[in-house]
């Protein structure tokens, strides 16, 4: 298990989690939160599965998934804060994480599938 990737995806969840509970109290807002906590969570769910794995190839498409999920969730975190729901330095320190996930997978990823081959 990659430790260091999963327990920061672990904690970054948990900051999606609290995200997802402002936007909805605070903000009144339930559409894209609900998009949000759903790829935001998923990136540590994916890393989970992939420490399971039963193949270098399962544990590549496990990385990968997870690496997809997080590139979708900088993708929610920038819609949020361009339409007013996130200021800029709170949308900085969690986008900052989810960029720090995004390259540990990809560097994870490159690795597992230079070996692959």
């Not at 949308?91 to 997978?105: C, P, Q, T």
């Amino acid at each position: 298990m990659n430790s260091l990737v999963y327990e920061k995806a672990y904690q970054f969840a948990i900051r999606i989690v609290n995200a997802h509970k402002y936007l909805n109290r605070e903000k009144k807002e339930f559409v894209l939160s609900k998009q949000l906590i759903r790829s935001g969570t998923s990136i540590a769910a994916n890393i989970a599965e992939a420490n399971g794995a039963i193949s270098t190839a399962d544990f590549s498409a496990k990385i990968s998934i997870a690496y997809k999920e997080c590139l979708e969730t900088k993708y929610w975190l920038s819609l949020l804060k361009d339409t007013g729901y996130f200021d800029e330095k709170s949308f900085h320190s969690i986008y900052k994480d989810a960029d720090e996930i995004g390259k540990i997978l990809f560097s994870i990823l490159k690795k597992t599938r230079i070996t692959d081959n």
